[in-house]
């Protein structure tokens, strides 16, 4: 596996697999790899000649407070992750590869709607940072597909969405959810738990499920239903900002005569935030 730091050596690398055909996966992340990490790689492995990642942990989808300088920074390990799952190049740009005339005042690439509901009610400026870095790394990669996770269903949405209107030639995949035993789904923010609070975290999961078989049964009264995961989530020590069930097209409100639905919750455990999701199917 090759190792770039800079752009000009992204394209160098890249032109050379072109010029030899290579259809190019790309997987962008922000480092400190974990198994959910290496399904995306494995995913990206088995559609593609060439598999690029990327490792960049981008300032601008941080907000003011959130975890940008803690953010864990593990380089080496991932090197060796990568190799192991056989990946062709690792792009690991400096802030001003990304952004070469500083954050304060860069061109943004922004999808409006989808990027205030949900998670972008609390974290408003999060989604814009993820649309405007993936942007770049899609002109300066140029794959032919990338993959994503569904663990953060919204920002698939955002991609997809931002793919689409810009006419961007790059196909989204989008890879299932990769849980822990228990349950939780995995997170580069786990790491953050105490003990005591990876007791709790599987109770998302397991709330979310609730959810999930209530509306599959035939359960109508969705914000009853919201109101009620929520509670169960307090109970468990948990803090919720929300548990929301959306059509999973769009992340609207669902309509009647809507069957493909999602449950999506975002929860506090100390000073940690994890999200989640489970799709609905209704029958
Ligand atoms: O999902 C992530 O890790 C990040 O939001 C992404 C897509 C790498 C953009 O920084």
């Known amino acids: 596996m090759e190792t770039v730091s ?18 190019i996966a790309f997987v962008p992340t922000m480092g400190n790899l ?5 399904r995306l790689v494995a995913h990206a492995r088995s559609i593609a000649d060439c598999v690029v990642i990327s490792i960049f942990v981008n300032p601008l989808q941080f907000g003011a407070g959130e975890d940008l300088a803690g ?13 192991e799952a056989d990946a062709d190049l690792l792009f690991v740009p400096a802030e001003d590869d990304i952004y070469p005339g500083g954050i304060a005042a860069t061109t943004t690439v922004v999808v409006p709607g989808l990027n205030a509901i949900l998670e972008g009610a609390h974290r408003p400026t999060h989604f814009d940072g993820v649309t405007t870095v993936v942007a770049r790394l899609f002109n300066m990669v140029q794959p032919d597909v990338a993959v994503f996770g569904e663990k953060d269903y919204q920002q698939l949405l955002i991609i997809r969405r931002m793919v689409t209107e810009l006419c961007m030639p790059v196909a989204i995949e989008a890879v299932a959810t990769v849980r822990e035993a228990d349950g939780l789904a995995m997170s580069s923010r786990n790491g953050y738990l105490r003990a005591r609070e990876r007791g709790r975290a599987p109770q998302i999961y397991r709330t979310l499920l609730d959810v999930k078989a209530r509306v599959e049964n035939g359960g109508k009264d969705y914000p009853a239903m919201e109101a009620a995961a929520c509670r169960q989530l307090a109970a468990a020590g948990l803090d919720p900002d929300y548990v929301s069930i959306r059509r999973q097209s769009d992340l609207a409100s669902p309509a009647a005569g809507d069957r493909a639905l999602i449950v999506l919750a975002a929860a506090r455990l100390g000073t940690t935030r994890l999200i989640d999701n489970v799709k609905i199917s209704i029958s």
């Open 34 to 38: 974990h198994a959910g990490h290496l």
């Open 6 to 23: 800079r752009t000009a050596g992204l394209r160098a690398a890249i032109r050379k697999r072109r010029a030899r055909d290579c259809r």
């Open 71 to 83: 953010y864990p920074r593990t380089l080496a390990a991932d090197q060796a992750a990568l190799m």
